[in-house]
Every structure is written in C-alpha cells, then in structure tokens.
T-cell receptor, first 112, second 110 residues
Framework: GAGVSQSPSNKVTEKGKDVELRCDPISGHTALYWYRQSLGQGLEFLIYFQGNSAPDKSGLPSDRFSAERTGGSVSTLTIQRTQQEDSAVYLC??????????FGPGTRLTVL | GNSVTQMEGPVTLSEEAFLTINCTYTATGYPSLFWYVQYPGEGLQLLLKATKADDKGSNKGFEATYRKETTSFHLEKGSVQVSDSAVYFCALRVHNDMRFGAGTRLTVKP
C-alpha cells in the first residue's frame, strides 16, 4: 500500500521567505509526527498530532514554526521568515496511535 | 526527561565482522525501545523493537535486548554485509513522546 509521502522533496528558498511543507500520512493512521534532521544530527521532535486532540507543540523551536492537520489526514508544516539555521531535512511519520512509526522520504530545505 | 544516547560514529568494519552499536536511555516512564535504519537515499525504517524488559528484538540478523537494569538496548549483528551500510538510530517512546539518538553511520567494506 501507499506509504507516507512528503512534498516537495527539495526546497531552496531565500532567507526571510515563508515555506510550506506537506505530509500525506498512511490512510487510517491517527498519529502524525514532524521531525527535523540537521546535518550530522539525530532527529529533533517538532510536533505531534493524535486524532482530534490538541497537538503537542513542545518541540517547535520558535514561533516562526507552525503546523496544522486538516481533517485528521494531510499535515502542513509552515516556517515563516526562514533563517539559514532552518536548513535541514524535515521528516514526517505516521502511526496507528502508539504503534510503530512509518517515515516519509523527507523534504530537504535549504535556506540561502 | 526522556533521552537516548548512542555510540557516535562513524563505524567502519570489514565484511563478516561482528557489530555492536551501543545505546543507553533515560526515561521517566516505562519506554518501548526501537532501532531504526536509514539506508543511503532512503527514508527511515523500523529495524526492530522491544516493548518490555528482557524482550529481544530481531530482524535481518540484527538483535537487541531490552536491559532495564543497565538501561540499554545495544544493537548487534554477528556478521555484517556491505548491504548493511547505513545510519542506525536508537529510539525510545514513552506514551506519545518519541526520542531519537544522534545516529551511528556504519560503513562495511568488502
């Protein structure tokens, strides 16, 4: 079946611009996670959605970062006024509640 | 808080060598433990997991045992292959809090 998909696969933007990253989870998965993977670093948790509950935003690094999940399915991560330190691979994962997470291929963001 | 510490790489081995990648954790609750693998050019995928103390996860010749007394979940393989070259991530989950280690890059040479 279809896995987690993310778009775009690569995004190059100028400092100060806003970007939107999209995640399509596996159909029926109630949980959705966003992570950031910087060069040579592990995965940094950003935000977690579970069903209709309020999202866990505790990992968002600043108020320039926000995310939403419409209809319990597709999620969009928005970064406003991008900075060079935002350059990273942004990974999305989905799961059935607290079960194994399935990862998408990621979006590589480069801020010039 | 919850955190994972894993052996820093890179690790370079010859084919058929024995592999150990150390992983220790700190958790406020009773975690499930995971090893994820990221092959070159691919996304992360689950390699194995264990959900309670003394459980052994295994897959593709890799094994890891959940050791509560030492708060460890070391990854082992008796004979690595070139195709095992990848980045390996140790992770834990306590409720909806998922934490990953920094990753260990493994290169296996023929």
């Amino acid at each position: 079946g279809a896995g987690v998909s993310q778009s775009p696969s690569n995004k190059v933007t100028e400092k100060g611009k806003d970007v939107e990253l999209r995640c399509d989870p596996i159909s029926g998965h109630t949980a959705l996670y966003w992570y950031r993977q910087s060069l040579g670093q592990g995965l940094e948790f950003l935000i977690y959605f579970q069903g209709n509950s309020a999202p866990d935003k505790s990992g968002l690094p600043s108020d320039r970062f926000s995310a939403e999940r419409t209809g319990g399915s597709v999620s969009t991560l928005t970064i406003q006024r991008t900075q060079q330190e935002d350059s990273a691979v942004y990974l999305c994962a989905s799961s059935l509640s607290l079960d194994t997470q399935y990862f998408g291929p990621g979006t590589r963001l480069t801020v010039l | 808080g919850n955190s994972v510490t894993q052996m820093e790489g890179p690790v370079t081995l010859s084919e058929e060598a024995f592999l150990t990648i150390n992983c220790t954790y700190t958790a406020t609750g009773y975690p499930s433990l995971f090893w994820y693998v990221q092959y070159p050019g691919e996304g992360l995928q689950l390699l194995l997991k264990a959900t309670k103390a003394d459980d052994k996860g295994s897959n593709k010749g890799f094994e890891a045992t959940y050791r509560k007394e030492t708060t460890s979940f070391h990854l082992e393989k008796g004979s690595v292959q070139v195709s095992d070259s990848a980045v390996y991530f140790c992770a834990l989950r306590v409720h909806n809090d998922m934490r990953f280690g920094a990753g260990t890059r493994l290169t296996v040479k023929p």
